[in-house]
Nanobody, 123 residues
Framework: QVRLLESGGGSVHSGGSLRLSCEAS????????MAWFRQVPGKEREGVVG???????TYADSVKGRFTISKDNAKNTLYLQMNDLKPEDTAIYYC?????????????????WGQGTQVTVSS
């Protein structure tokens, strides 16, 4: 099973930017979707954005126009560029991967998860 390691979290003020990285222990090939989720204590984990092996993406409405997902297959690394951050973006962000995912933002579709990285946005 692939291991995932997130990095890049931190604390920023409202309107700031961060770039998260997720390094996979092995290449994630055809048929696999990689995604970013986030979770606030006491709330359910929610999908932020997912990307298929062919580059197709689905973004949550709350982050459209502000967040951008990308991947570097040569480095087995997934990225999340987050711009115009808002206090409501504060959460632990998780990287995940799943095979033959039907709903890119559904947590049950994913079988491998990273440990998460904290993002805190202050007003």
């Amino acid at each position: 099973q692939v291991r995932l390691l997130e990095s890049g979290g931190g604390s920023v003020h409202s309107g700031g930017s961060l770039r998260l990285s997720c390094e996979a222990s092995t290449s994630v090939g055809r048929g696999y979707t990689m995604a970013w989720f986030r979770q606030v204590p006491g709330k359910e984990r929610e999908g932020v954005v997912g990307i298929d092996s062919d580059g197709s993406t689905t973004y949550a409405d709350s982050v459209k126009g502000r967040f951008t997902i990308s991947k570097d297959n040569a480095k087995n690394t997934l990225y999340l560029q987050m711009n115009d951050l808002k206090p409501e973006d504060t959460a632990i962000y998780y990287c995940a991967t799943g095979y033959l995912v039907a709903d890119r933002l559904n947590v049950v579709e994913y079988s491998s998860w990273g440990q998460g990285t904290q993002v805190t946005v202050s007003s």
